[in-house]
């Protein structure tokens, strides 16, 4: 059985002794992860630290925390990109994290649109799935979504409703789960999850956050995905073998076509 982690940030300079992290993901059979960026800095961090590990991919973005830096970060991503379409360097497999978040107030309703809507133009015209973060703010984010065609992508660290994952299934789009599946204590969310269809699901840490049971209160790592897909294999009354299939095809299909 293999795995990938479709979210992590273990590339940023706070993560503590990432190599020895990507060790332990291939013992625990985590072949492949995706450091995923959140303003400038990071997403040169996660394509640089891709360039330098055969196992594992970035995406560039724009958190909507960070949306208030503006303009330039966008130029800075689409550099990046630029710089990405040579063959001999390629690592970057999405745009993201982008979207848009209502429950802080980091950055303003306004530029978060904006900054949202300038990254879907960049995954539109670089041909690249999104990795979205929404969160409180559906209500906005899908009319935005409609004015883009042929988008495709993830709701990263979905925990929303269970009518908006209809919507979501609806666009197309797969949806990520982690560590927060194996210790929300809402019926509702575990409800949610058990549902989620198995050609639909993508397994993610978010590491270093959001550790999940058995291993709370440590730091976050790729490794730990595997804790994710036992739990939602338990949810859904189905084989680890299968939810490993399952997830291995949905994330190639997505992010790796053209990697692998």
């Not at 299968?242 to 053209?258: G, Q, W, Y």
Request: proline residues 4%; aromatic residues 8%; negative net charge.
């Amino acid at each position: 059985m293999t795995f990938t982690d479709t979210h992590c940030h273990i590339h940023e300079k706070n993560y503590q002794a990432p190599d020895e992290a990507l060790t332990r993901a291939h013992n625990a059979g985590v072949e492949r992860m995706i450091c995923v960026g959140t303003d400038e800095v990071t997403s040169e961090e996660a394509v640089v630290f891709a360039r330098q590990h055969d196992n594992i991919w970035s995406s560039v973005g724009l958190h909507p925390h960070d949306a208030k830096t503006g303009v330039s970060a966008i130029q800075q991503l689409e550099s990046l990109l630029k710089t990405d379409k040579n063959p001999h360097v390629g690592k970057i497999v999405a745009v993201g994290e982008s979207g848009l978040d209502y429950f802080y107030s980091h950055s303003p309703k306004e530029t978060q649109i904006a900054m949202l809507e300038a990254q879907l133009e960049l995954a539109t015209r670089y041909d690249l799935p999104v990795i979205f973060h929404v969160r409180d703010a559906f209500d906005d984010f899908w009319p935005i979504f409609d004015q883009f065609k042929n988008l495709r992508g993830v709701l990263h660290s979905f925990t929303d409703t269970s009518i908006n994952l209809e919507k979501a299934l609806s666009h197309g789009l797969y949806i990520g789960v982690n560590g927060i599946s194996t210790f929300t204590r809402d019926a509702k969310q575990r409800a949610m999850f058990a549902s989620i269809p198995l050609e639909n699901l993508l397994l993610e840490t978010d590491s270093p956050f959001l550790t999940p049971v058995p291993h709370r209160g440590m730091v976050n790592e790729p490794a730990f995905v595997t804790h994710v897909a036992q739990h939602i294999a338990n949810l859904q009354a189905i084989n680890l073998e299968e939810l490993s299939r399952a997830t291995e095809r949905n994330a190639t299909t997505l992010f790796f076509k053209t990697n692998t």
